[in-house]
């Protein structure tokens, strides 16, 4: 049965049955997020524009995770660790906490809207991962339809843990030739395609041709995405995630995904705010906290008219 909880917030039922929660902006944007994994499958600007990528034959049934939107990997990046690819917190369902520990000022800013998650170990989890946590989850929309997604983590065990962590956000892009991303050129990377074995990223901005699996490292705060065909960048400002994955299955690994269609890899772009070279400790009682916002505004982006620096610059 759904739920109208006011005209901002929504908890309904999504795909079989499974409960999500909408967030609605009065100007139009919109949000939706799974209790299932936490995981935001929908983001939509003022027009109504879908801007993640989800596949065609994402499977929203437990225990897998759905392709498309932003997985949260964690306690484990990829296969970094004893845990299945990508950590647990993906695969669990959620709960709605109605009233959590206050966050700072800027994050609880009025005129937002919001919905707080929660996950905590099970005793099944306990065996896999013997840590007892507190991950609280704000989905945040703004008034001007960016996405912010806050993530605190807290070590409620009596002894210290260690894990990694990324939003593996998929951006829609309307063709992955055509998209460019800034503000990682000339940094370090850990090529997953070659053992993770560490590189330099050499030139201009990045741009797509085959197969891209890299984590770039001690990344700065703001990332572009320029998406050409659309007239449109994606800009990811991050805190406390100094790494930055960006991956592209391309089309031999596409058709080895199932929940993949063969041609959807270009359409879509994952550039993943992360934590990964230098995993995270947690002394007992400790809160870490990592936080990704997403905006999509109008570029003018027109061969190679565009200044980077403007775009990397402006606020
Ligand atoms: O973040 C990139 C990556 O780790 C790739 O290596 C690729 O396997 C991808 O994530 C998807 O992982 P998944 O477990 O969701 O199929």
């Known amino acids: 049965m759904s739920t109208i909880e006011n005209k901002s917030v929504e908890i309904t039922k999504g795909i079989n049955g499974l409960e999500k929660v909408i967030l609605r902006e009065t100007h139009g944007?919109?949000?939706?997020?799974?209790?299932?994994?936490?995981?935001v499958t929908s983001w939509k600007n003022e027009q109504g524009e879908e801007l993640?990528?989800?596949?065609?034959?994402?499977?929203y049934k437990p225990p897998k995770p759905i392709r498309g939107g932003i997985p949260i990997c964690f306690p484990q990046f990829s296969n970094l660790g004893p845990l299945e690819t990508h950590g647990f917190a993906r695969n669990r369902v959620w709960t709605i906490e109605p009233d959590p520990p206050a966050f700072p000022p800027n994050v609880n800013a009025t005129n937002r809207v919001f919905i707080d998650l929660l996950l905590k170990p099970t005793e099944e989890d306990l065996k896999i991962w013997p840590h007892s946590f507190e991950y609280r989850l704000r989905?945040?929309?703004g008034p001007a339809g960016d996405l912010m997604l806050t993530s605190r983590i807290r070590n409620t065990d009596a002894k210290p843990f260690t894990f990694t962590f990324a939003y593996h956000t998929y951006f829609s892009v309307s063709d992955i030739s055509e998209v460019r991303v800034e503000g990682l050129e000339t940094l370090d990377y850990l090529d997953n395609l070659k053992n993770r074995e560490r590189s330099t990223e050499q030139g201009d901005a990045i741009t797509f041709e085959s197969e891209v699996d890299k984590i770039?490292?001690?990344?700065?705060?703001k990332i572009a995405i320029l998406d050409h065909e659309k007239k449109r960048t994606f800009v990811v400002r991050k805190d406390g995630l100094p790494d930055a994955v960006v991956w592209n299955p391309w089309d031999k690994k596409a058709k080895a995904i199932a929940d993949l269609g063969d041609d959807e890899y270009k359409h879509m772009l994952c550039v993943e705010a992360a934590a990964i070279e230098k995993p995270i400790?947690?002394?007992?009682?400790?809160?870490?906290?990592?936080?990704?916002e997403l905006s999509a505004v109008p570029s003018?982006?027109?061969?190679?008219?565009?200044?980077?620096?403007k775009v990397l610059q402006s606020s």
């Open 300 to 309: 003018s982006y027109c061969s190679g008219q565009l200044d980077p620096n």
């Open 281 to 292: 400790t947690l002394k007992p009682g400790e809160e870490w906290k990592g936080r990704q």
């Open 139 to 141: 989905v945040t929309l």
């Open 29 to 39: 944007s919109s949000v939706e997020v799974y209790l299932y994994g936490a995981h």
């Open 52 to 59: 993640l990528f989800v596949s065609s034959k994402a499977i």
């Open 216 to 221: 770039y490292l001690s990344t700065p705060s």
